[in-house]
Structures are given as structure tokens and as C-alpha cells.
């Protein structure tokens, strides 16, 4: 290597990066010895960030723009250095260029379903997944925390650790939130909001922000989705009879030759019971017995309430009432109501009368 080749890798007059990734957060401008000269033009493009870090301690940082290096630019350097004003020489520092755009389309999901009582099933499980975009908001948090001496970092090697931050935090949230599952869907906007929230306070720990996070779906496990589908089914088919007959047509014509067979059945069960009804109830094994006449449906009985002196009492049943008119305790006169009455009546102009004319025969005379 010439001493001119020498000279043009150790002075640097450039510093930029192009990113042609799209996974790419940190990455590092590698140059031998990390030798930059002083004046040289440091280009941070939009959606960029450059961390400067001298002798692996974080220095500045500098946000989209055109940069001269020199002393006036670098006032955390030129401290750390002991430099004065008119200083020339070339110094040693690593930069670090940080992708500062939203890295979109990021999966996230359940790995086991969450547990969660709802109102209407009970204990129940559900899974979700979704989407989220992360950006960073602290360039020099971000590698101090997360990258450290990465020279080039992705997406993949934090986004693990970020899916299980939202998980956990979906759970609490959804555990919590009081929603049932069938409401879940409408909802989904609110739970998206209140998990993000409660996931920027970790986030920012690390110099990230999460601008986005959709829940895209949640579901309950297959058994329970099944039962919810029958039950469904069931209120979408309405009379049972109806949809038995529409079914049996429909394998009639449908069938093929099991339909033709099972419609050949049908067809002589139906002709049999035809020809009984022509001959006037008559088959061939004799008349047929009448069904039996249900009975009528039993009387009944009336719940009484009674009021004295301005107060109420009850319920009785009339068996109790006559318990108290032997004793005393309800006369002809006292008032009562019942279920069906417009207003109270004396007992002795319902039907609690008749508790009243009772009374014991006449005693025998002398003999």
C-alpha cells in the first residue's frame, strides 16, 4: 500500500451512510483507527441520527444535516479531549449511524393463550396477534442500553424482546379490561391504545417508541369456537321440525342412489299411511286406538295478602287462611287481595267465604 493510499484511509473528509437495508438500526462507519481529520463533513440524512463515542464514552450525537467537524461543533469532544481553539489535528472517535425511521409491518402474537373471565362464558381463553412499528426516539439510550459495540444492528436482534413486552402486557391489559369476548372485536382500537401506552414506559427505557400497534384479531380456542358456531347455527335455523324436513329433502334430492332408496322407504311408509287413513283408520293390523285426551292443567291456586290496621301481611295460602279463621285471626270483614283483583275486598265477598260456613252439625238431644 503507498503512503498516499495510507494517508487517504487514515484522514477522513467524508462521513455519511447509505442505508440499503431495510432492517438495519445501527451501523457503524468502520474507517482503521478510527481516525477522523479535523474539518472533515459529516452528512446525517433525514431519518438518520450519527453518535459519536470517544474512547468508549458517549460523546454527541447529531440529528439530520451538513456538519464542518470542528472545535465548535464538538463541544462534548473538545472537553473530553482538553483541546484548545486552534486545534488541527486529526482525532480518534467511533460513529455510530442510527436509523431513526419507523421500521413497520412487526409481528406480534400469543405464543399460549391468555385466561380471562368473561361475563357470559366464564373462565376462558384467548389468543391475538398483530402489528406494531418501533422507532427510535433516543439515539444515544438506544446504543448505550441495547447495541452496545454492535457495529451493525437489526431489527431481529431487539424485536424478540420487544414481542414479549407486548405479550406480557396484553394479558394484564385484557385480563383487566372487564370487556366480554364477543365485544372484544369492536374494541380493538381501545385495547390497541391502552396496550401501547402501557408498554412506552418499558419502551423508552430503551430509547424507543412505539407509534403504532394494531391487535388484528382475537380468538378463542377451537372447541369453544365450535360450540359458538352451533349455537349460532342454532338460532340461524329458527324451528327445529322445519329444518329436519328441509334436511330430509334435501338428501332426497340430493342423495343419489342412497336418496332414491331412502325416498323408495319413505314413499311406502307415506302410501301405508295413506291407505289407513282411506279406509277410515283401518290398517292392516285393525283400527287404531285412540290417543288418550290429556288431562286439563290443575286449578290454580291463588296467593293471598291481608291488611290490618293500615299494615300488610303475607303471602298465605288459602290452606294457612283457614288456619286462621278457626283461630280467629282473619274474620269475615278483614281485608284481603289477591292476583286478579282491582282493589282489596272483604273476605267474606271472595272465595275465602266459604272458610267461613263451616260449622259443626248440631249436637245430638238427649236419648
Not at 373471565?117 to 427510535?136: I, L, M, N, Q, S
Not at 401506552?197 to 427505557?205: K, L, M, Q, R, V
Not at 272483604?346 to 249436637?363: I, S
Amino acid at each position: 500500500m503507498g503512503i498516499f493510499d495510507f494517508l487517504s484511509g487514515e484522514f477522513i473528509d467524508v462521513i455519511h451512510w447509505t442505508d440499503d437495508t431495510r432492517d438495519t438500526m445501527v451501523w457503524r462507519f468502520e474507517r482503521e483507527g478510527h481516525a477522523i481529520k479535523y474539518g472533515a463533513k459529516l452528512t446525517v440524512r433525514e431519518g438518520q441520527a450519527a453518535v459519536f463515542v470517544h474512547e468508549g464514552q458517549l460523546a454527541d450525537t447529531f440529528m439530520p444535516g451538513l456538519y464542518m467537524l470542528e472545535t465548535n461543533n464538538l463541544p462534548i469532544l473538545t472537553t473530553l479531549q482538553h483541546w484548545d481553539h486552534g486545534f488541527r489535528s486529526p482525532f480518534k472517535s467511533e460513529v455510530y449511524f442510527i436509523s431513526t425511521r419507523r421500521f413497520t409491518d412487526l409481528k406480534w402474537g400469543t405464543k399460549n393463550p391468555v385466561i380471562l373471565r368473561d361475563p357470559e362464558f366464564g373462565p376462558t381463553r384467548v389468543r391475538a396477534f398483530g402489528t406494531y412499528t418501533v422507532k427510535v426516539s433516543d439515539p444515544g439510550r438506544f446504543l448505550v442500553e441495547i447495541v452496545g459495540t454492535d457495529g451493525e444492528f437489526t431489527m431481529d436482534e431487539i424485536s424478540f424482546q420487544i414481542r414479549n413486552i407486548i405479550v406480557q402486557e396484553f394479558s394484564r391489559v385484557i385480563a383487566t379490561a372487564g370487556i366480554p369476548v364477543l365485544d372484544m372485536a369492536a374494541n380493538t382500537k381501545d385495547l390497541g391504545r391502552i396496550l401501547a401506552e402501557a408498554i412506552s414506559g418499558t419502551i423508552s427505557a430503551y430509547g424507543l417508541e412505539l407509534p403504532e400497534l394494531y391487535i388484528e384479531n382475537i380468538s378463542l380456542p377451537p372447541a369453544v369456537e365450535k360450540a359458538l358456531d352451533e349455537r349460532t347455527s342454532r338460532g340461524v335455523v329458527g324451528s327445529l321440525d322445519e329444518h329436519l324436513r328441509y334436511k330430509a329433502a334435501e338428501s332426497l334430492s340430493e342423495g343419489g342412489a342412497a336418496g332414491a332408496a331412502m325416498g323408495t322407504g319413505l314413499g311406502a311408509g307415506m302410501g301405508m299411511q295413506m291407505g289407513g287413513m282411506m279406509m277410515g283408520g283401518q290398517g292392516p293390523w285393525g283400527a287404531r286406538p285412540a290417543a288418550p285426551a290429556a288431562p286439563p292443567p290443575p286449578p290454580v291456586e291463588h296467593i293471598w295478602h291481608v291488611a290490618k290496621d293500615g299494615q300488610t301481611s303475607g303471602p298465605f295460602s288459602k290452606a294457612e287462611l283457614g288456619q286462621m279463621a278457626a283461630k280467629g285471626d282473619l274474620a269475615r270483614d278483614s281485608w284481603v287481595w289477591t292476583q286478579g283483583q282491582d282493589g282489596w275486598e272483604r273476605a267474606e265477598d271472595t272465595e275465602l267465604a266459604q272458610l267461613f260456613t263451616v260449622a259443626p252439625p248440631p249436637p245430638p238431644g238427649p236419648e
